[in-house]
């Protein structure tokens, strides 16, 4: 399943599918990128982060891509379970400005088993 | 090993009330930078510090909502006279001590639920 840009807040895929989540960034300065899981009732959780001298990383099912040229991020995750089901969030940041985070709106991901 | 704590996890005041949000952060972090996060939408920053030193505040409110990082204690944000759109999540997070050369990660406490009746 794939989440189509910040107007499609919601994906719905099924266990064991890959989930592809977008993100538009604003700032065409930003150098550098997280995406967060947020659960119900919890602040949010690292999972991976890139920065801008990089189109591609890998974590752990997790793979995040960078596009500069269209300042479009994105968030795949390989063999999706329940517990994956949270709000995931990208931020940007500037490194030279500090720690401050710029968050996108969140795509609510629901697997259904 | 702590996270970052956040106390209370609920918060209810009525118009006109104040309402004081702690956070202690991870043991050996200076850095705290309070959040709020508005029902279906991304955290918005709102100020950033270290202690006993305001960094960048620009994401404050001009007026009614201060913060503040003491030499000892929690981080504390201060919101005066709270009205009904200041009903939200606040979530602190902190970070290590600063280095331009890699980004440290934040780490975000629980938050706090603020509702104003």
């Known amino acids: 399943g794939e989440s189509v840009g910040l107007h499609l807040p919601t994906l719905s895929v099924q266990e064991g599918d890959n989930s592809i989540i977008n993100c538009a960034y604003s700032?065409?300065?930003?150098?550098?990128f997280i995406w967060y899981k947020q659960e119900s009732g919890k602040g949010p959780q690292f999972i991976i982060d890139?920065?801008?001298?990089?189109d591609k990383r890998q974590g752990q099912r997790v793979t995040v891509l960078l596009n500069k040229t269209v300042k479009h991020l994105s968030l795949q995750i390989a063999a999706t379970q329940p517990g994956d089901s949270a709000v995931y969030f990208c931020?940007?940041?500037?490194?030279?400005?500090?720690?401050?985070?710029?968050f996108g709106e969140g795509t609510q991901l629901t697997v259904n088993p | 090993n702590a996270g970052v704590m956040q106390n209370p996890r609920h918060l209810v005041r009525r118009r006109g009330q104040e309402a004081r949000l702690r956070c202690s952060p991870m043991?050996?972090?200076?850095?705290v930078y309070w959040y709020r996060q508005l029902p279906e939408e991304g955290l918005k920053f709102m100020v950033y510090l270290q202690k006993e030193n305001i960094i960048d505040e620009s994401g404050m409110p001009k007026e009614r909502f201060s913060a503040e990082f003491p030499k000892e204690g929690p981080s504390i944000l201060r919101i005066q006279q709270v009205v009904r759109g200041d009903s939200a999540a606040y979530f602190c997070?902190?970070?290590?001590?600063?280095?331009?050369?890699?980004?440290?990660?934040?780490?975000f406490g629980s938050g706090t639920q603020l509702s104003v009746l």
């Open positions: 700032n065409s300065a930003s150098d550098y």
């Open positions: 043991k050996g972090h200076s850095h």
């Open positions: 931020a940007e940041n500037i490194e030279t400005s500090g720690s401050r985070l710029t």
């Open positions: 890139i920065r801008s001298n990089m």
């Open positions: 997070a902190s970070s290590p001590p600063q280095s331009y050369a890699t980004n440290e990660k934040l780490f």
